[in-house]
């Protein structure tokens, strides 16, 4: 026992000593370890502090990176709005120059029109124009035709003013009693003093006055500066209303025919006046168809009863119409 116990010290003894050196080891073993951690935990902090640096270096670089790219955005954003801005003012732009074209169409189709309807207006007027000078000729024409018409319508009125003033004239200073018209000329006899109520036979008294006013007449009417002017010597016989119309134009012819032959076989007519007197001289019945009437309208039978000496100088109705165009009537 003493044995075991005095080999139990010694192996005690010995596993002291041994396990001081394997807690020395183990205490260099965990130095080391310690160190080693240690140095591992200050590496690996120095490169955590130097990759924390450069992630913040790169989070700084990205913040500004993402700053400017938001910026970038933000400006991309301005740059599309505005372009959108300005692809609404082009398409207002687009419009206004469309409606502008438009206009410019309308316009050119209006000038072109315009242009027609002048080229058209201007056409008309040449042909005016061409008209006009072919009028101008005409009324030149006319107007030298006209120049020579009233010559003749002046030089005819005088032949006229002057039988009429000759004829007045030499009635009177023959003491022969006979209304002459001062205008035309026209004698007015009183059937009364020519003929009985209803008859066509001339009476003394008429055959008388005719055979005192009918040789004064003709040498007026006949003398050279009127003799190639007249025309024709005209007797005319009116009655008044009473009767009927045939009754009556056959009385007035008659009457004015009876004139008319008591005329031609006057013996105090030259044969030269006779002549004359037979190519020239008419008669004519009017019945009542040119009545007198007095003031107040009703009907004067003893001047519608009546036989009318005329003259009608060549052309006149012809001048009186020219005469009458040329007054403006």
């Known amino acids: 026992m003493a044995k075991i116990r ?22 260099s073993l965990l130095l080391v370890f310690m160190l080693a951690v240690t140095f591992s935990i200050y590496q690996y902090y120095s490169l955590l502090e130097i990759k924390t640096k450069q992630l ?22 301005t740059t599309r709005v505005t372009l959108l801005g300005k692809e609404e003012e082009l398409a207002s732009i687009q419009i206004q120059l469309d409606e502008q074209q438009d206009e410019l ?10 242009e027609e309807e002048q080229a058209a207006l201007q056409l008309t007027l040449a042909q005016q124009e061409e008209e006009l000078a072919a009028q101008q000729l005409r009324v030149g024409a006319l107007e030298e035709a006209l120049g020579s ?8 009125l005088g032949v006229r003013t ?11 200073e023959k003491n022969i009693s006979a209304n002459v018209d001062k205008n035309t000329g026209d004698i007015v006899l ?35 500066e009127y003799k190639d002017y007249v025309a024709e010597i005209i007797i005319e016989g009116h009655t008044d209303s009473k ?26 007519l030259s044969s030269a006046q006779r002549n004359t007197l037979q190519s020239i001289l008419t008669a004519k019945g009017r019945s009542f168809a040119d009545r007198i009437f007095n003031p107040d309208g009703s009907e004067n039978y003893e001047a519608s009863r009546r036989v009318e000496i005329k003259f009608r100088l060549k052309d006149a109705e012809m001048i009186e119409q020219m005469n009458s165009i040329l007054q403006g009537k």
């Not at 002057?162 to 009177?172: D, H, N």
Request: charged share 25%.
């Open 190 to 224: 009183d059937s009364r003093l020519m003929f009985a109520t209803g008859e066509d036979m001339l009476v003394p008294e008429g055959q008388a006055q005719l055979q005192q006013l009918i040789p004064v007449y003709l040498q007026v009417l006949l003398r050279p």
């Open 105 to 114: 169409h309308a316009a050119q189709t209006a000038l072109k029109t315009k």
């Open 6 to 27: 005095r080999k139990r010290r010694l192996i005690g003894k010995d596993k002291g000593e041994y396990w001081t050196s394997y807690s020395d080891m183990l205490s």
């Open 243 to 268: 009767g009927s119309y045939v009754f009556n134009l056959e009385l007035s012819q008659q009457r004015a025919l009876n004139v008319a032959k008591f005329c031609l076989e006057m013996p105090g």
């Open 149 to 156: 018409q009233a010559a003749q319508i002046d030089k005819l």
């Open 56 to 77: 913040n270096e790169q989070q700084a670089e990205l913040d500004r990176a993402q700053l400017s790219l938001v910026k970038q955005q933000d400006e991309l954003e």
């Open 162 to 172: 002057a039988i009429v003033e000759e004829l007045s004239r030499t009635l009177s």
